[in-house]
């Protein structure tokens, strides 16, 4: 029985995208990409179509990236909806994963996301003081049969590239 990991990545789309499904494509490894909502448009659309076409798993990160614990039971709902609709639109797929942002979560989040949510072994890629070495020795510390791996594809996280 093969061991497995998932590799996944935080709050695209952005100029770091191409570079990681590079990577992704040449190892034959398919991740799964959290998305914001305000980063998905038409300009996107080939990445969208190109993660697809890898076998990547398109999933909902919020419309806005707020701490969704300040948020009223409405805007929660307002912010998932569009941003599922929003990936529907370009893709045809609808996202069944949803990843809180900042991994903050509360009864209110629970009630009013319709989605299952899926936190992950943070690697502090998202720090920039953290090396690319630094970024592999965080994940190879927390890789283990069935981990998720968290990592970004937010703008110029070249670290994480590197890494």
Known sequence: MSKLVALTFD?????????????LEAEKIPGSFFLIGENIS??????????????????N????HKDMTTLSADE????????SEKIYSL???????????????DDKMFDNI???FIAGADSHDWEAQVSPEGRIANILELVRDGAIILMHDFADNDNTVKA
Do not use: V
């Not at 038409?42 to 999933?59: M, N, S, V, Y």
């Not at 990160?61 to 806005?64: D, G, V, Y």
């Not at 929660?76 to 941003?83: C, D, L, M, Y």
């Open 61 to 64: 990160h919020s419309l806005t």
């Open 91 to 105: 893709c045809g797929k609808t996202p069944k994963f949803f990843r809180p942002p900042y991994l903050c979560t």
């Open 11 to 23: 709050d695209g789309h952005s100029n770091t995208t191409p570079k990681i499904l590079d990577i």
């Open 76 to 83: 929660i709902a307002s912010e998932i909806k569009a941003t």
């Open 114 to 116: 319709p989605l299952t």
């Open 42 to 59: 038409e300009e996107t659309k080939p990445l969208l179509d190109r993660q697809i076409a890898l076998g990547c798993d398109i999933c």
